[in-house]
């Protein structure tokens, strides 16, 4: 630890005053232009409904008003499809990182015949756009008697072929040695998996939490077929169901978006302090 | 399948009838214990009618279902809204999987489809036996129900067509009146645009095939009668149009890409066509405007005729209480209600009687409406009206571009109706189709089991685990079920001519061998859609994927601080709603006062229309793509990069290595599992490029944004080509299989540079 320390103190020492001034210009424009959207939409859920379309939109409201959170929460029932939506993430983020992990687990690190084809063939399978499979998998469901349920609705998500690739190529990173040192002190498979790669795996399971989180969190077509009774709809379901075929009160739905956005954020914030440097390599020198 | 079916029921016997016994033994309890309390018999179980509605309607709708329930105790209407944005998709899924409601709202023009499906109750009969006046309904609200003399749904709500007009902008150019005809309307442009400063005279979008059917209507052109178009008419249509174009008094470029509220307000368009909808939205966001402007009839050309849209109320087939749906749907149509559903929705009545009342035969602003409501007419009755709609939209904007004449135009437009409208005749026996298919299941299936065992089977580098399957089965069980199955039977359907005919019906699906893949090249919008497709992969991975990198490297610096904020700044696109999303990057791109034409006009460079330029749209998505999409990739680098270790960092600094040297020795080559996998992933994802065509341009102009996924929905979800559709993917996985095995060739080749 006290070494890492020195090394960056030596490394920042390098780095001139103008570069420090123009790395940070660099980040700031560009932080601008990522955040600038995001903080047009959380003014445009305060504006009134004659400041959000304008030649000249400022970019905080004239006029504060609450009136696009009023009307959403007046418009549906807010806690229940947060419920739903909180409901429907977490359970497809926890199975889709043990499931996934585990499957990247073997791919990675564990000896079987025909390794390398079978995850040859889920990668093809990756290939073929999911519009076309929609179908055939609610008629699976259908055949299974699982539509209008919670199974039907995590199920299909919970295995990705694109989380168990980014898993696997993490893990090839890390060093043989750690692993066959655990199995000489006796641990099994489970074990190493759960107690050692894991952990050392952190950022990249961070990444996938944070994937598998918002995929399911945003997602709306899925749960809008699944799910036959309006109190059974996840947020993103019941904030579209409010809008007319031509008329839109762009208030509520920007208030709609903030409300939807900002558990989103938060999980990321969560999971972004996972990416710590250096888990690996400390597990190396033991 | 079969015994697994038989199984299942057996299971589901059992538990239902030990439920139902305790549900039943409970209830007699209660109501015995009811009866010894209160002394009366308590209701049975109240009836429940289940109805769908969508957006708005779908909430007001409560408020028309408890009039019914007091009128009518012991009924219980469950209501449930649908949201708009994927109706269609809800409503084709429910009748496949068996879930439709009782009664649903449906657009007027998607009533041939559904019934088309099969899917809808056929109403004579109750309409017989009711009180209910047919006549009683606008024609046009009437037509969008009936198919060869047989009702498949009642009228709900209509709407219509008419302009809007910037009164005070009309009189500067010296009109009280809006003008009444043809040719008046011309000269009342010219007299506009002369009046006013830059912008327009009239908002005519280029892609909107509902315009050009109302002026095609009043010139006394026909469709899909004997011939698909009446040749001259078509023509006449375009010529008068296309003035308009020539003479820059609407824009050729940009005119659906601004904002139609805001240009009103400006007077960039002082004149639009719109429905009854935007009375109540220009009131509430502009009502600084109230006052200066005013509604009119359209300009009558030979004739009158406006678009009649609106909703209907139909019955599914599925539904067991047949009866008392009707009692609704009667409840719902009829004049009383009709008035009532006014004051609760502002929805105009489709009964005639019902705008007797006040509030309506009284209202200035709806006068307009009425008088166009007599004449407007609703699009043909064919099944594949949207698709037909689709290709109406392209032969216009050819002919208006000038890019063929409008004879080539109605030509090509009716050849290509004609071939969507062609049906095949085949018929094949359930034997042979159910042979087949399982032959197609098995062989895929075969060959993978083929191929898993081919090879030696020794492993590389020690002894087998057979422990590793126990880490594989839940996911690739999941798989197998969830993905497996299903590719393969889309595989089977794209050799079939599923369409919606077969949507509820499996025996008219027929087998028709490669037909699809063989008509798809020779379909120019699937082909633009290829190229497209492929020029946005060439241009999009590269920048998206360097950016990424140059981005992860950027957090992951050792002189920054608050890496926390900058994470979550960089990823914030990702996460935000592509609805947010669109809306602002609307904005950025608009035509008239867009911050993009406004940095242009800086620099000294005239105003361009992103979105509506044929070589600008499908860049302009290419960046907001990229924009959307890099934090996605930056955080998986993050990650990456926190696995290298400080040390190799350290002995490398020893050596005096400078940091370009780190970064091509150190960084890069410890990243090259992570980089591997964004390139496949991003290459995999913009050849699936869809969201961003489907939200912004809708694959226009001239089909330049449309992809090859884009299309496939279309195809599949709008027009329900479900094999077309399905064949449209498999090329597309062609493509994708051979950009990623060609990647995995040249990283096995790189492995050894290393």
């Known amino acids: 630890m006290k070494q890492k320390n020195n090394s960056k103190s030596m490394k920042a020492g390098r780095v001139s005053v103008t570069y420090k001034i123009a790395f940070y210009a660099f980040m700031v424009v560009s932080v601008v232009i990522t955040l600038f959207p995001f903080v047009w939409m959380l003014s445009t859920s305060f504006k009134s409904p004659g400041e959000i379309f304008t030649k000249q939109p400022t970019i905080l409201p004239q006029l504060w008003t609450l009136s696009g959170y009023k009307n959403l929460f007046a418009a549906v029932n807010m806690w229940l499809h947060l419920c739903n939506s909180v409901i429907y993430a977490v359970s497809v983020t926890a199975l889709s990182v043990l499931l996934n992990a585990m499957a990247a687990y073997a791919f990675a690190k564990l000896r079987f015949p025909g390794r390398e084809k079978l995850f040859a063939l889920l990668l093809v399978t990756m290939m073929v756009p999911g519009q076309v499979t929609m179908l055939p998998v609610f008629l699976i469901l259908k055949s299974m008697g699982l539509l209008n349920s919670y199974a039907g609705l995590v199920l299909p998500g919970s295995a990705a072929v694109f989380a168990i690739f980014m898993i696997r190529q993490f893990m090839m990173e890390i060093p043989e040695e750690i692993l066959e040192a655990a199995r000489i002190d006796g641990f099994s498979e489970f074990a190493i998996f759960w107690r050692i790669m894991l952990p050392l795996c952190r950022p990249i399971i961070a990444t996938l939490t944070v994937f598998s989180f918002i995929g399911a969190w945003n997602d709306f077509l899925w749960p809008l077929i699944i799910m036959l009774r309006e109190d059974k709809y996840t947020l993103p379901v019941a904030l579209a169901s ?43 020198k033991g | 399948m079969k015994f697994l079916n038989n199984l299942k029921n057996a299971f589901k016997f059992i538990f239902y009838s030990t439920r139902y016994s305790i549900h039943y033994t409970l209830t007699r309890v209660l109501v015995i214990g009811a009866l010894l309390c209160l002394g009366r018999p308590a209701n049975a179980q109240p009836q429940q009618l289940t109805v769908w509605a969508m957006g708005a309607e779908g909430k007001l709708i409560r408020q028309a279902a408890e009039i019914f329930e007091k009128r009518n105790p012991g009924v219980k209407i469950v209501t449930q809204a649908i949201p708009w944005t994927g109706a269609h998709e809800k409503l084709v899924t429910a009748v496949v999987g068996d879930m439709a409601p009782d009664i649903s709202q449906m657009g007027t023009t998607w009533m041939p489809e559904f019934r088309a499906m099969n899917a809808l109750q056929p109403l004579n009969e109750f309409l017989a036996a009711s009180k209910l006046d047919a006549g009683d309904f606008f024609p046009g609200a009437r037509d969008s129900n009936l198919y060869r003399d047989q009702w498949y749904g009642l009228p709900w709500y209509v709407d219509t067509r008419v302009m809007f007009y910037r009164a005070d902008m009309a009189e500067r150019a010296g009109y009280k009146k809006f003008p009444g005809n043809w040719e008046e309307f011309y000269k009342f442009s010219k007299a506009l645009i002369s009046s006013k400063k830059g912008g327009y005279a009239f908002a005519l979008p280029t892609n909107d095939w509902q315009i050009f059917l109302m002026f095609y209507w009043q010139n006394g052109g026909e469709l899909l009668k004997g011939s698909p178009l009446t040749a001259g008419k078509f023509e006449e249509t375009i010529a008068y149009l296309k003035r308009f174009f020539d003479e820059k008094l609407v824009p050729l470029e940009g005119g659906h890409d601004t904002d139609l509220l805001t240009a009103f307000e400006s007077g960039y368009f002082p004149v639009f066509i719109s429905g009854p909808w935007m009375i109540s939205q220009l009131e509430t966001s502009k009502p600084q405007l109230n006052g200066n402007w005013t509604t009119a009839p359209l300009p009558a050309g030979k004739k009158r005729a406006s678009f009649m849209g609106g909703c209907n109320f139909v019955m599914f087939k599925s539904s067991p209480r047949k009866a008392l749906a ?44 009425r008088k166009e409501l007599d004449t407007a007419k609703a699009p043909p009755q064919a099944p594949e ?19 063929i004449t409008a004879q080539a135009a109605r030509e090509k437009l009716s050849t290509r109706i004609e071939k969507i409208l062609a049906k095949s005749e085949r018929q094949q026996s359930t034997a042979f189709k159910i042979g087949l298919s399982l032959l197609l299941f098995m062989l895929p299936i075969c060959a993978v089991i083929l191929y898993l065992r081919k090879g030696p089977r020794a492993v590389a580098g020690g002894k087998a685990q057979p422990i590793a399957s126990l880490f594989l089965l839940p996911a690739v069980l999941i798989l197998a079920i969830f993905l497996f199955i299903p590719i393969i039977a889309s595989f089977i359907a794209s050799m079939t001519n599923w369409n919606m005919y077969g949507v509820n019906d499996w025996s008219k699906i027929v087998f028709v061998g490669l037909e699809n893949y063989a008509g798809l090249f020779g379909d120019p919008v699937f082909l633009a859609g290829l190229r497209n497709t492929l020029v946005f992969a060439f241009m999009g991975v590269p920048i998206s994927v360097a950016l990424s990198l140059a981005m992860a490297l950027a957090l992951n610096a050792q002189i920054l601080r608050a890496k926390a904020f900058f994470r979550v700044a960089y990823f914030i696109p990702v996460i935000t709603t592509m609805v947010a999303v669109a809306i602002i990057w609307r904005w950025l791109y608009n035509p008239e006062f867009g911050l993009f034409n406004l940095a242009l006009g800086h620099l000294g460079i005239s105003p361009q229309s992103w979105l509506s330029n044929r070589w600008l749209a499908l860049p302009s998505l290419i960046l ?18 926190q696995s290298i270790p400080d040390s190799l960092y350290e002995s490398i600094a020893l ?18 599992n992570t980089a591997f996998f964004v390139i496949v992933m991003t290459t995999i994802g913009y050849l699936q490029f869809f969201a961003e065509p489907y939200i912004m341009t809708g694959g226009g102009p001239l089909n330049s944004t449309m992809s090859v996924v884009l299309y496939m929905y279309q195809q599949g979800f709008k027009f329900y080509n479900l094999g077309y559709a399905s064949a449209m993917a498999y090329i597309l996985f062609g493509l994708i299989f051979a950009f990623t095995t060609l990647q995995f060739r040249v990283q096995k080749k790189l492995e050894g540079t290393f």
Do not use: C
């Open chain 1, 242 to 284: 409010i809008n007319g075929q031509y008329n839109t009160d762009w208030g509520l739905l920007m208030a709609g978006a903030v409300v939807v956005v900002l558990p989103a954020v938060f999980i990321f914030l969560l999971a972004q302090k996972h990416y710590i440097k250096g888990i690996a390599a400390g597990a190396v």
């Open chain 2, 326 to 369: 009707w009692k609704f749907m009667e409840f719902m149509a009829g004049p009383e209600m009709q008035a009532k559903w006014y004051a609760i929705s502002g929805d105009l009545p489709a009964s005639i009687k019902a705008w007797s009342a006040p509030s309506l035969s009284k209202n200035p602003k709806l006068a307009s409406f």
């Open chain 2, 385 to 403: 009206w949207e698709n037909i709609a689709g290709t109406i939209n392209d032969a216009v904007e050819e002919a208006v571009f000038g890019r």
């Open chain 2, 624 to 641: 907001m793509a990229v924009w959307k999409g890099f934090g996605y990739n930056t955080i998986i680098f993050v990650a990456a990069l």
């Open chain 2, 655 to 672: 050596d005096g290595a400078n940091t370009r040297q780190e970064f091509w020795y150190i960084t890069l080559p410890m990243l090259r």
